[in-house]
């Protein structure tokens, strides 16, 4: 079998292997399925609140300088690239660079390389010509509307006539190889561009500058071992050598074979030969210094501030200068003759700046975005949020900058794989990054502040996040493939693994609806426990698409999409849409850029609400499926919040965390309930009463957007320290929209001193009484457990176990008529099945075992690996948060009977249908008065025909409850717990005769 762990078992000091009646089980949480929506008479109409309007946020930026051509000149900002003509300062927008990068090289063409293939365009006019890149070459730069590729040779490309021309640049006789070194647009004007080539074991440096028969001229100018080729300034070159700190200046179209002057340039870095200086830049941070050092020699003389320049065919410059006020304009930059100071020309004012949105998100009223800059430098971006007004007017309270995550970059254009936003609702956010996990980030923390998860989704997308789950696909490993993966962020652990193909899922509270195998049906399923609690069939197609929002669930098809009500199975037609949101009782959909807003609940029509720059959703357009609005971005960048009249839900839970107790032995002795919110609540009240009723200490909360966390230290009002006790809560919450009722939950919890489990507070036992019997029906449904199956059993106010205040049942277990090798797991109802066992069965056999469970809710659940087997199980006693009952007191394992030699009663066989009576009180260590139970380990031996043996307390009447299980010939041990009466416990078997030994291991008293 595939696991033989007994759960709980323990040794006691003499040895002997006990089960858990006195060990403190595993501690399960309390947990609780979502609440659906309301129906509409469940809701009240909100007031009506007016969109709200967020403008976009502008920063002076100066941009950058692209090229210069002859008439204008290429500029990016954070709009993108713009052709820009000197004669009137007009801004011609190209797009985001992201879609294509953009090049010049002299003259007034534009170059927008895609994959294969550049795009020529002529910035004055817009005309453009394509000229495709041939397999084999690779992109390099481009001068004056003619491509230059490499390879295994250096290629000029160009469209003659609408004619693409490939003409191969030849190098010089003997040279081992050539290859172009223009690596930005500087290093070329126009007419030519410099290459490398080697020669007799030399790198060298050439100039190409006949573009229809490229052939490379040699020429004396130094080559640059970082690769990096001279600087061009009209008709002449420069090569700085920053070894040496100087600076030599060539004539393109003279004597290349030694530098028409040389000069010594000690601090800052060339820019351009203008007239007779070179212009050195200073310092490379904000404005920085420009000055002018003459060719003849000599101290250099300021000339002008710029945060960028750039340099023009004829040999002029432009300038961006930012002002006092950080705003910035290009100008055209003249030097005079004579030395006098250049002349700066405006020819364009440079916008503001515009932060944008690349991601989106709204949850529980809070505004989540990742914003770029729109600059090519700017790799990272940021994170922000900002809360809105809950009711009254909708407003927008102030921007927190969460900053950036280092591995998740916002890139400046967002393509499908950029980082999400995801808020779970509870004021996280989670985000995938390096190496492929995914990490948390708590409310109010900066993006650096992240947490592990643990968590590991096959790829950056399709994961969904909800309160304290997360799902996702995940490597199998160390099985091949991939499994479905419900991860709980809280405990840092996966509670949920299935394969479940490509079929649709989506999260919901603790609920996973995933597609069925059956065409167009949705299972919902228990996230903690795998049980799947209903099925719905939404449509009659293959799903492509799900969402699930509180009682409604979108689905789309290849053939179509619309929405079904889960509650009623009402079907709701949508209008044709291209993408669409789920929102608490509507849909938020797309078509041709218009956003629209189709009611599901309160009646109403279809209508539209904007218009989006970006129509894919939670990228330009999201929804707040908690209870919230619709949300979308404009072509301006301005954020639109956007009420959509439909009533909310009535408050509710979407999951909750109760723990029974508080340990005050534990490291953190506070009880921490959780209850995760379906919309914000704008106060909420909690009071904890002693058992008379009497409020003993009252929490409180004001606006709480997601979750509801009170935290209890066992202490009263004053500070001092309360009895330990069961202790009853009531919770109310009210709504932050003012529509519907108040939230109301209440429950128990008590007050213990190390023991920090469900298994806790005292022990009570009862009369052995049958609570279930597959074979009969008893509890359960009549049939035997299925292989991978599970069956709930309500114990609670059943066999003498009360219906409030247990912790966890005793149980005797019995499986029998099992077909095939197996185990079986008893666990507490709502929880997650862990890999322990309680029974080990073989086929045929008949193997009872005594087991402690937590209850929960009331119930356990029972759990078979293989085969079918039937299950028995009599409760034997209860564990009670409610202070009364008796405690565990082991003892050394010690024989109190044996009726081979006489030990405690008389020697002789028990026979048939017979008991025998044993005084426990006062042997074996267990006092002579106030013994409520002992436990002992009982062995049958020597049976003469197969049998069932049961121990009850003395002087009662015997139930159907057996203990041990016994076949002809064999011997068979279990363990027992029985309560005591008169100071006796009494022993039948009921077939044959058979010899019974008793070994008291512990007792239980005041």
Known sequence: MRDTRTSGALKTAGGRRLTATAVAMTAAVATLAPLTGGTAAAAEAPTAQAPLTIPAEHFRDPGKLRFAGATGFLHEDTFGVSWVSYADGKATKLGSEGQFAVHGGGGD??????????????????????????QGQH??????????????????????????????????????????????????????????????????????????????????????????????????????????????VWDLTGDLTKPVAEIAVDDGYPKAVVGQDVLVERARTGNSPYVLYPLSGGEPRPAFEAVDVATLADGSVL??????????????????????????????????????????????GELHAAEHSGLRDDYYGRVTSRKLTLSGELAAG??????????????????????????????????????????????????????????????????????????????????PGAVNEVFDLDANKAVFKRDLGTRQTALNGGTLWAESTTTGTVDAIDVRTGATRRSVKVAG????????????????????????????????????????????GYVAHEKGGTLSVTPLRGGGATRAIGTVADSRPDYGWTVDKFGGHVGYVDADQAVHV???????????????????????????????????????AASWRMDIRDSAGTVVRTLQGGETRGVVKPAWDGKDAQGNALPDALYSWSLTAAPA?????????????????????????????????????TRSGTGVAKAKLGADKTVTLTVAGRGGVPAKGVSAVVMNVTATNATASTFVSVYPYGTTRTSASNLNVVAGQTVPNLVVVPVKDG??????????????????????????????????????????????????KVGAGETVSLTVAGAGGVPATGVTAVVMNVTATNPTASTFVSVYPYGTTRTSASNLNVVAGQTVPNLVVVPVKDGKVTFYNRNGSVDLIADVAGFYGP
Request: aromatic share 10%.
């Open 109 to 134: 063409v534009i170059a927008r390389e895609y994959a294969a293939k550049v795009v020529l365009q002529d910035g004055p006019t817009g005309a453009q010509r394509t000229v495709t890149i041939p």
């Open 642 to 680: 956007v009420p959509t009249g439909v009533p909310a839900s009535p408050l509710g839970l979407l999951d909750a965390e109760e723990s029974p107790i508080v340990d005050r032995k534990a490291e953190k002795p506070v009880w921490a309930a959780k209850w995760w919110l379906n919309k914000p």
């Open 541 to 584: 197609c293959d799903l492509t698409g799900l969402q699930v929002v509180g009682s409604f669930a979108y689905w789309k098809c290849a053939t179509g999409a619309g929405v079904k009500n889960l509650d009623t199975l009402a079907d709701v037609t949508l209008p044709a849409h291209t993408s669409a949101l789920l929102g608490d």
């Open 398 to 479: 102030p921007k927190t900058d969460r900053g950036y995550e280092h591995e998740s970059p916002v890139p400046g254009y967002c393509n499908p794989t950029c980082v999400p936003v995801l808020p779970t609702g509870d004021g996280r956010l989670v985000f995938y990054a390096y190496p492929g996990d995914l990490y948390v980030t708590d409310e109010g923390q900066g993006m650096d502040d992240r947490t592990w998860t643990g968590a590991s989704p096959e790829g950056s997308s399709g994961y969904q996040v909800e309160g304290r789950y997360a799902t996702y696909r995940a490597s199998a490993y160390p099985s």
């Open 139 to 248: 992109f390099h730069s481009v001068q004056a509307g003619r491509v230059i590729t490499s390879g295994s040779s250096t290629h000029v490309l160009s469209i003659e006539n609408g004619v693409q021309k490939d003409r191969v640049v030849v190098a010089p006789a003997g040279a081992a190889w050539a290859s172009p070194i223009m690596l930005d647009e500087r290093q070329g004007n126009g007419q030519g561009f410099f290459m490398a080539y080697s020669l007799n074991g030399k790198t060298l440096v050439g100039w190409v500058d006949d573009f229809t028969d490229p052939v490379i001229k040699p020429t004396a100018i130094p080559w640059d071992q970082t690769g990096h080729g001279p600087g061009v300034s009209g008709t002449r070159a420069f090569f700085w050598d920053y070894r040496a700190k100087r600076v030599s």
């Open 737 to 773: 929209d003012r529509a519907g009722p108040a939230l109301t939950r209440a429950g128990d919890v008590a007050l213990v001193r190390g023991q920090s489990t469900l298994a806790t507070g005292r022990y009570e036992p009862v009369t052995p009484t049958r609570v279930m019997d």
């Open 859 to 908: 119930k356990v659940t029972f759990y078979n690996r293989n085969g079918s087997l039937d299950l028995i199980a009599d409760v034997a006693g209860y564990y009670t948060l409610a202070g009364t009952g008796s405690l565990y007191e082991p003892v050394t394992p010690t024989r109190v009977m044996d009726t081979r030699d006489g030990t405690g009663v008389p020697k002789a």
């Open 319 to 364: 300038a961006t200068v930012s002002g006092a006020e950080k705003e910035a304009a290009v100008h055209k930059v003249s030097f005079p003759t004579d030395g006098s100071a250049p002349t700066l020309t405006k020819v364009y004012d440079v916008p503001e700046a515009v932060w944008q949105t690349r991601r989106f998100a709204l949850a529980q």
